[in-house]
């Protein structure tokens, strides 16, 4: 099984990275990796969960969000 986590903020990547950390006890452990939508994602690198495809820094967040 895979499960790709979706996050959009700080607090979402905590939320989310407490619960891919009890997924990666489980005995039939899925293939975890994380989107976070908004930020780099530093959280889920720092625990060796892949992330999924590109994403933006807060200067680039920052750009886009404010024309």
Known sequence: M???CLSN???EDA???RILK???THPAQPKLAALPIVGEGLAYREAGI???GAVET???WR???HG
């Open 58 to 60: 807060d200067a680039l």
């Open 2 to 4: 895979k499960l790709l």
């Open 9 to 11: 903020g700080h607090g």
């Open 63 to 65: 750009i886009h969000s």
């Open 15 to 17: 939320i989310a990275l």
């Open 50 to 52: 892949p992330i999924a």
């Open 22 to 24: 009890s997924l990666q």
